[in-house]
């Protein structure tokens, strides 16, 4: 069985696939560029305490990412920790 | 003469490419009517001299924020693209170079970071893609030069490329293209790798932070220190103060014009603290005192943004920022602003909303003392200076975080959250360091020495006819009944609109009580901006929210001096 997360639930250290992205035309164009896109597998690096940017790790390229842009990105955990 | 384009995401060396085509003779402009600065200069190859400009890094030429919509415009005015792409991200590089295939421009790609690809076990068949692509592609590695030649040599070969492709199937084209000529060879973290990751991480990475500040002030205080006492003081008062003296004796030691140019003589003497001439404290205090510790913030600042620690800082206070209405990013505007009010506020330039530019301006010039002031408060505290700086220092650091979340609330507007790339960690490339340092502080010179001179004619005039000796009179009482200050303190907070420094150094001699002096301190550092980070900031808030942030700072200043004079 499959877990179904957002990004901000994930632990660190932890690697998904994208399978659902909650966003508008604007997050969604800043997200692609950068190769975050359904599909794509990304690991993700830590999450900050009150609120903070969650940084994932995709293709050889780190993001950080704002908390409320990270809950609207759903993941499928392939290999829990 | 010809534009030379140089495009492509943050982070991928553009700007070490653009070092390498250009001489010592790159400014700084700005985009007119944005908040966007570019770097340009001129590049000869054999008779023909181009323009070369450093277009802001984008991932693309969709225009979702302002830096994008820049690029947009700065491309349709270009005659020829450079694209910089990252070798060792070539997947992502490849979307902006696509867009750009389709815009038919004469069009050229740089693949650089070329040798960092292969350290990474990463091969690409750079001819291949250029087939592929119908545009020559150079493998580069602006770091060592390498590249860089043939990058010149094939420059006349660029052209509009033929290559077409539907954009709904971009991503796919794209793989493709990698599949094609891109090959990868598994390979372990490396000890910088497992750095940069746990550098974010809270547990390492505040401790981390910490640690970094701490020696990067420390190295700061150093260099300015060690210029002003060895460079700027020595080399004004022998070379500079002969001079004004005679010109001094010359304007016949008193009058209007010698006034204005050289203030007034303390005792015979010309001293740069108090003489307020033009010519004496408006130039030694932007060149002697200030420029110094700048010049020791930008190093410092230069230093962590090339390693790439900077994003990693910004991610880690970003959490606390957003509470605050502003983004991680803002954490340089306030190192800055510990060194000069003034670039710390030019800096809230790299903030996205006016919202964020407008708060973090105004918490800038109400909590954030520069070095000169700082200096003097330590001065000022004597030997109660434990106690009187932890006191003074934590108060502004409270006020900060209290204005900052009532800021937050009534300010409207919005704030972006942090997305942003963080590159891996890198040795910085000293002739790059240069070369930045040295167009900053030439910037800073430009920009802020002006500001100060014409700070030091209005309060000469202000003085002279007068008006300054009025509103004293007339505040006096308030400050004397909200803050606790003897009415001499006035003088001292009046001067304090030139230089904060300056006016502290006139508290000294009122022998206050320790409270008292906790109490100048603050109140000095949050009441009003001194003039040259007051004229910044009129540029950059303009005049209405100028108004507001002044009404903020008045207003804090007198119920924050007032609650230290009850609880102290």
């Known amino acids: ?54 940084i994932i790790s995709q293709g050889g390229t780190q993001v950080a990412l704002g908390f409320g842009m990270a809950r609207r990105i759903w993941v499928e955990i392939e290999r829990p920790e | 003469m010809k534009k030379i384009l140089l495009m492509g995401n943050p982070n991928t060396g553009k700007s070490t490419v653009f070092n390498r085509l250009t001489g010592t003779n790159v400014i700084i402009s700005n985009y007119p009517g944005t908040t966007v600065d570019f770097t340009q200069g001129k590049m000869r190859i054999g008779e ?3 323009m070369v400009i450093d277009v802001p890094g984008t991932y693309s030429l969709d225009p979702s924020d302002e830096a994008q919509k820049v690029a947009m415009k700065m491309f349709k005015e270009g005659d020829l693209v450079i694209n910089v792409v990252d070798a060792t991200g070539l997947e992502k590089s490849l979307n902006l170079t696509m867009q750009l295939i389709k ?51 094939r420059l006349k070969e660029a052209k509009p490329p033929q290559f077409d492709y539907e954009n709904k199937e971009k991503w796919h084209v794209i793989g493709d293209i990698i599949n094609h000529t891109q090959d990868l060879r598994h ?15 809270p547990a390492f990475g505040i401790p981390l932070a910490l640690v970094v500040l701490f020696i990067a002030f420390k190295i700061v205080r150093f260099i300015g220190e060690g210029l002003i006492g060895y460079v700027f003081e020595p080399g004004f008062e022998k070379l500079w103060t002969p001079l004004m003296l ?14 204005i140019l050289i203030g007034n003589l303390i005792e015979g003497e010309i001293d740069y603290g108090q003489s307020f001439g033009l010519l004496t404290t408006g130039i030694f205090v932007p060149i002697g005192a200030v420029l110094p510790y700048v010049f020791g913030f930008y190093i410092m600042l230069s230093v962590l943004e090339d390693c790439g620690y900077l994003p990693r800082l910004a991610v880690l206070v970003d959490g606390l920022m957003h509470h605050l209405g502003i983004h991680g990013f803002a954490i340089i505007p306030m190192m800055l602003g510990l060194g000069c009010n003034v670039p710390g506020i030019l800096s809230t330039r790299i903030l996205e909303t006016k919202r964020e530019r407008f708060i973090a301006a105004t918490l800038l010039s109400i909590a954030v003392p520069c070095a000169a002031l700082q200096a003097m408060i330590v001065g000022l505290m004597g030997k109660d200076v434990v106690v009187g700086l932890t006191v003074a220092y934590g108060t502004l650091l409270v006020v900060w975080v209290i204005l900052g979340l009532l800021m937050a609330h009534l300010v409207r507007g919005e ?19 240069l070369k930045k340092i040295w167009i900053r502080i030439r910037w800073f010179i430009k920009e802020a020495i002006p500001f100060v ?32 200050l003897p009415k001499e303190a006035v003088g001292a907070l009046l001067v304090g609109f030139l230089r904060k420094d300056v006016a502290v150094g006139m508290l000294a001699p009122l022998a206050l009580t320790l409270k008292q002096r906790i109490i100048a301190s603050v109140v000095l550092t949050m009441y009003f901006p001194c003039v040259a980070t007051f004229a910044t900031l009129i540029r950059e808030l303009g005049p209405i929210d100028m108004l507001k942030a002044t009404a903020i700072m008045l207003a804090s200043v007198l119920i924050v001096g007032r609650i230290l004079n009850l609880i102290l």
Not at chain 1, 1 to 23: H, P
Not at chain 2, 114 to 130: F, T
């Open chain 2, 48 to 50: 023909e001299e181009m």
């Open chain 2, 187 to 201: 390979r372990h973290h490396t000890l910088g790798e497992r750095l940069g990751d746990i550098s974010v991480i």
């Open chain 2, 453 to 484: 001179l014409l700070g030091v004619f209005i309060v000469n005039i202000l003085y002279i006819l007068g008006i300054i000796q009025f509103v004293g009179k007339y505040t006096a009482p308030v400050i004397s009944g909200t803050f606790g």
């Open chain 2, 415 to 433: 704030s972006l959250e942090i997305f942003v790339e963080i590159p891996p960690y890198r040795r910085p490339y000293i002739r790059d360091l």
């Open chain 2, 103 to 153: 815009e038919r421009k004469p069009l050229m790609v740089a693949i650089n970071f070329w040798d960092e690809a292969k350290h990474k076990g990463i091969s690409i068949d750079a001819q291949k893609l250029e087939k592929i692509l119908g545009i020559p592609c150079v493998p580069t590695c602006a770091v060592t030069g390498e590249g860089i030649k043939e990058l010149t040599e």
């Open chain 1, 1 to 54: 069985m499959v877990n179904r997360i957002s990004l901000v639930n994930m632990v660190a250290g932890q690697t998904g696939r994208i399978v659902q992205i909650d966003g508008g035309y604007g997050m969604m164009c800043k997200l692609d560029a950068l190769g975050i896109r359904v599909g794509k597998q990304v690991h993700k690096v830590s999450g900050q305490p009150m609120g903070g940017p969650v």
């Open chain 2, 246 to 259: 005679r010109l001094s004796a010359l304007l016949g030691s008193g009058g209007f014009i010698h006034n």
